[in-house]
């Protein structure tokens, strides 16, 4: 969902941010999302992809793709999300960009960490009693060495054979693009030596929202944690059993790698069945961190993920404010991303979902380094094959919000004059957070708008 959403808060209060602790729960992998069947819901599937062999439990020798808009259309988007984030990131995006291109699918790509987790509580009428009173199932760090080994390359393996799927062995043209670190990913992607295959190859376009590389995320203070000795003391931690990043785990709202992201599904889905009932949750959250007045489902989701609100600004929207008065407060909506998109994105199936709830340490590494986009002796030393950035052939398309503060593009211009790209598209929109792009309302989401235009230029 964001490229390292919780490097500043040691540097700001919680914003009036709301916590929980979780439950402890019994250990055991969670089950597949979709134990090898599609999920459909009309001419949306959630489909398995089988992939390479990567040492996790049975069945997540696989990975999953959220497709909108029909089989017919000759060009595939493949979307990949940001740090944390998984395949329901970009369904309402998908549904807007399909009704605007005709001749387009959009796949969103599910890496294979989502199979660990188990969302079955999500098709039950109270999800809150299954994850918050602990009869969840988690996946203990202590039995997953395996996730040691979830770096880059995995993804990028797993990856390619989604692209291969898609292109349906040359019938149709495939473009590639993310959110966040989902756009690192894309084009570490580009730039990726397969045995000898640049990665360029496969792609007919790159599309770029809020990430990148070369810097792309230096405007918003926290540099990426690349050098030789930082490298060194973070593959020691995993080397030593921190096989998850535990980030999210820093705002208060449990100790384990998917406390944060259960409860903001939570906060949706309550928010999606019956915004203007009683908040369900409230009345468990801790005191320090409760809202000091009554507020509806809507109300609390809306102080969890408002940038008046939620913390911290990298993974808000400008969605509205709290009512002024009532015995419990409502949403009210003036922003350009309404509470309703993001709690029906939020609420999920049980699949797919937004947040993924496992997300690799070794991940972390790898796509901190990729920043600097070329082979060196580091790249080399943990097996990135960044061989081929120079030699890049794909037209580009970059936005940017007011996330990054301008480093976004200036860092793409720069991969543009070092590479053979021959067009890129840049476009912006400051009153934008980082992701507004993802949820706001289709009259007035500027990401919709200026990527459609590219999309169709590609033929």
């Known amino acids: 969902m964001t490229r390292r959403p919780m490097r500043g808060l040691t540097r700001r209060a919680l914003l009036g941010g709301l916590a929980g602790g979780l439950a402890a729960a019994a250990t055991g992998a969670g089950p597949a999302a979709a134990a090898g069947r599609s999920t459909r819901a009309g001419r949306e599937p959630y489909v398995p992809v089988s992939v390479s062999g990567g040492g996790g439990p049975l069945g997540t020798d696989r990975v999953h793709v959220l497709k909108i808009g029909a089989d017919s259309a000759r060009t595939v988007l493949v979307l990949v999300p940001g740090m944390f984030g998984a395949a329901n990131d970009f369904r309402l995006l998908a549904r807007d960009v399909v009704a605007a291109v005709p001749g387009v699918q959009v796949w969103a790509f599910d890496r294979r960490e989502e199979n660990l987790a188990d969302r079955s509580g999500f098709a039950t009428p109270d999800p809150a009693a299954y994850y918050l009173d602990g009869h969840y199932r988690t996946q203990d760090p202590a039995a997953s060495a395996f996730a040691a080994r979830w770096g880059v390359a995995r993804t990028l393996e797993d990856l390619r054979t989604v692209v291969a799927v898609a292109a349906e062995g040359g019938r149709r043209q495939v473009v590639l693009g993310g959110h966040s670190w989902g756009a690192t990913t894309a084009m570490t992607y580009a730039a990726w030596d397969f045995d000898g295959c640049p990665g360029y190859r496969d792609l007919v376009g790159l599309v770029v929202v809020d990430?990148?590389?070369?810097g792309a995320f230096d405007g918003t203070g926290e540099p990426v944690e690349d050098s030789p000795e930082q490298v060194r003391e973070r593959l020691a931690a995993i080397d030593g059993g921190a096989v998850?990043?535990?980030t999210l785990s820093a705002v208060?709202?449990?100790s384990r790698a998917e406390s944060t992201q259960i409860w903001y599904q939570l906060a949706g889905w309550y928010a999606h069945r019956d915004p203007d009932g009683r908040s369900v949750?409230?009345?468990?959250?801790p005191d320090a961190l409760r809202p000091p007045v009554p507020v509806t489902n809507a109300g609390l989701l809306g102080t969890l993920v408002d940038a008046g609100f939620g913390w911290p600004n990298d993974i808000s929207v400008h969605s509205g404010h709290l009512a002024?008065?009532?015995d419990v407060r409502g949403w009210v909506d003036t922003g350009i991303t309404p509470i309703g998109r993001v709690a029906a994105a939020y609420a999920g199936g049980p699949v797919p979902a937004v947040w993924e709830w496992y997300w690799p340490a070794r991940l972390s590494v790898d796509l901190d380094v990729a920043d600097v986009y070329r082979d060196t002796d580091l790249t080399r030393s943990l097996g990135l094959r960044l061989y081929h950035?120079?030699?890049?052939?794909?037209p580009l398309y970059v936005f940017e919000t007011s996330y990054a503060k301008g480093t976004v593009a200036s860092a793409a211009r720069e991969v543009v004059?070092?590479?053979?790209?021959?067009y890129a598209r840049y476009a912006s929109d400051t009153g934008m957070n980082h992701l507004d792009p993802l949820f706001a309302a289709t009259v007035r989401n500027t990401l919709t708008h200026t990527l459609t235009p590219f999309l169709t230029g590609l033929g």
């Open 244 to 246: 998850f990043d535990l």
């Open 417 to 422: 004059s070092d590479s053979r790209i021959p």
């Open 252 to 254: 208060g709202l449990g």
């Open 211 to 214: 990430g990148g590389v070369r």
């Open 281 to 285: 949750l409230q009345p468990r959250m």
């Open 389 to 394: 950035a120079a030699q890049l052939k794909t």
């Open 324 to 326: 002024d008065d009532g």
